[in-house]
C-alpha cells in the first residue's frame, strides 16, 4: 500500500516537472542568434551583387579624305582594281578600322579572324581574333604570307617582321593560324605591289562596320579609353586617334574619335 502510494506519487511529481519544464521559453527562442563578425553573408545577398553596365556607340572618322587615299592605287596581277586605302562614308565615316576599347570583356568564345582571297584581293582587310583561318577562293594553288608586325599597345612602332608562308593549294581550302595574344599581323598576296590583310589578336577589339561605326556592350560604368586606328595600306600610312568616354549604367554613350591627319 505504502509501496503503491509512493510510485503515484512519483508519477505525479514527474508530470509536474514537465509541465513546469514546457512552460520555459528555450534560450533560441528567447534570444535570436547575433552573426558574429566574419561569418559568411547569406547567399540571397551575394545573388543580388551585380556590376552596373552601360553600352558605347563608337563612330571614326576622317575628315576630308584626301583624294589619294580613296581612290584606286591601280590593278591587281588578276587585272581588277586595288582597293583604296579607305572608302569613307558621305559624312567621312572610316569602315574597317580597328577599334580597341579598355576595360571591354574578351568573348566568352574563342574568336577565329576569317579572311577569304578571291581574285587577288583578302577579304576583309581588317580583322580581331585569337587564331586565323585562311581560306581560298581561286581555282589554282595560291601563296600568302604571314607576317608578325608587332603589339597592340605600341601601333605606331609596327615592323615588318620575318615571313611566313601560307600554301593554299585548291578552292575552298582553308588554313588555321595560331597567333600571339596583342598582337598585330598582316597577311599578304604574293605580289610586287601586295594586297594586305591586317590582324589583331585581341578578342575584346572591334571592326568599324560600313557606316564607320561599332557598339561596345556591357562595359563597366565610368571612363574608357578609345583607341582607333586605320592600318597602312594602299601606299598610305597607319592613320591613329584616341578619345574617352564616361560610360553610365543602363545608358548608351557616345564617341567620336577623328583620325589624325
Not at 11 to 40: N, T, Y
Not at 162 to 171: F, G, S
Not at 202 to 229: C, E, K, N
Amino acid at each position: 500500500m505504502v509501496a503503491g502510494a509512493f510510485a503515484g506519487f512519483a508519477i505525479f511529481g514527474a508530470f509536474v516537472g514537465l509541465a513546469a519544464c514546457s512552460g520555459k521559453p528555450r534560450a533560441e527562442e528567447a534570444a535570436p542568434r547575433v552573426p558574429a563578425r566574419g561569418d559568411a553573408a547569406p547567399a540571397a545577398d551575394a545573388a543580388t551583387v551585380h556590376v552596373a553596365t552601360g553600352d558605347l556607340q563608337i563612330r571614326v572618322l576622317w575628315p576630308d579624305v584626301p583624294v589619294t587615299a580613296r581612290s584606286s592605287p591601280g590593278r591587281t596581277p588578276c587585272n581588277t582594281p586595288r582597293n583604296p586605302s579607305v572608302a569613307p562614308t558621305t559624312t567621312w565615316g572610316v569602315p574597317g578600322a580597328l577599334v580597341i576599347v579598355d576595360g571591354a570583356a574578351p568573348s566568352t568564345a574563342v574568336a577565329v579572324a576569317r579572311i577569304t582571297l578571291a581574285d587577288c584581293t583578302l577579304a576583309p582587310r581588317t580583322a580581331v581574333g585569337s587564331a586565323l583561318a585562311i581560306t581560298s577562293a581561286v581555282d589554282r594553288p595560291a601563296r600568302l604570307v604571314l607576317r608578325k608586325r608587332g603589339t597592340v599597345a605600341r601601333l605606331g612602332q609596327l615592323v615588318a617582321g620575318e615571313p611566313v608562308t601560307v600554301m593554299l593549294p585548291i578552292a575552298g581550302h582553308t588554313v588555321m593560324a595560331a597567333l600571339d595574344a596583342g598582337a598585330i599581323y598582316s597577311l599578304e598576296t604574293a605580289a610586287a605591289d601586295p594586297e594586305v590583310a591586317f590582324i589583331a589578336a585581341v578578342p575584346s577589339g572591334y571592326v568599324t562596320d560600313a557606316a564607320g561605326q561599332i557598339i561596345a556592350r556591357d562595359l563597366a560604368a565610368g571612363p574608357h579609353a578609345v583607341t582607333a586606328w586605320l592600318p597602312p595600306r594602299a601606299g598610305q600610312p597607319a592613320r591613329i586617334g584616341h578619345g574617352t568616354a564616361t560610360v553610365a549604367a543602363g545608358e548608351l554613350a557616345q564617341l567620336t574619335v577623328t583620325l589624325a591627319q
